[in-house]
């Protein structure tokens, strides 16, 4: 793939997957107690905390594969799978259960360090998030990987700038509104699911 397709890519579907917009009403319904500057602190820790985590997967995550003896097309597929999950969620305006559940939402409020859990993983780093980082690793040199690198700074600076100004984004956008952005976000994030899987299964029969 070219490069500067290669870096498109992956920034639509990790911006897609991370999904900010979604994050807003949890994120103010967590820190709706707290004053601007320990939301800020929260948003900031939360988000720096997630791209340490999808930058671990990229670099480890040929390894993690290698060692359990899974290949990247296995991956694809089963994360395709995973991630069409998600979208029919989204699609629907729902939070996606593979984010954050409702009893996970009521537990934080009881925790003092909710900037980990579930702030930054699930919400902002999930299972979904991990999948895709680790497939679009696979199979590429360290110039392709340095392109991952920006686009997981990229997709995690606009998830900065959207929780810091989460408050406002509300008011502005309104419920309504982000409820028509998450569902625009999920009929994206289905097209690269599906991609996902018939690129994964087309690769599996080809190795046969």
């Known amino acids: 793939m070219d490069p500067i397709a290669f870096f498109i890519f992956s920034f ?7 999904s900010p917009i979604g994050a807003v009403v949890i994120f103010i319904s967590l820190t709706n107690d707290m004053t601007v500057s320990q939301k800020n602190r ?4 939360a ?6 985590i999808a930058t671990f997967f990229v670099i480890s995550g040929e390894t993690i594969l290698n060692l359990f003896g899974i290949s990247v097309d296995s991956l694809r597929v089963a994360g395709g799978i995973l991630l069409f999950t998600i979208a029919f969620d989204m699609i629907q305006a729902k939070i996606s259960r593979e984010s954050v559940t409702e009893k996970e939402v009521d537990v934080a409020h009881t925790r003092e360090d909710i900037w980990i859990f579930p702030i930054a ?6 299972p979904g998030t991990i999948t895709t ?9 360290v110039f392709y990987r340095i392109l991952l690198f920006l686009a997981i700074a990229l997709t995690f600076a606009i998830a900065l ?6 408050r406002r984004i509300h008011r502005w956008i ?3 509104g982000m409820a028509v952005i998450i569902r625009m976000l999920g009929l994206f994030l289905a097209a690269i699911a599906v991609d996902m899987i018939s690129t994964g299964i087309w690769n599996i029969y080809s190795a046969m």
């Open 161 to 166: 700038l959207t929780l810091l100004f989460s």
């Open 12 to 18: 639509v579907s990790l911006f897609v997957i991370v």
């Open 133 to 141: 980082v680790i497939v679009l690793s696979g199979d590429t040199d």
């Open 42 to 45: 929260i948003a900031k820790q």
């Open 174 to 176: 309104g419920y309504t």
């Open 47 to 52: 988000v720096i905390l997630a791209f340490f």
């Open 121 to 126: 993983m699930p919400m902002l780093v999930g």
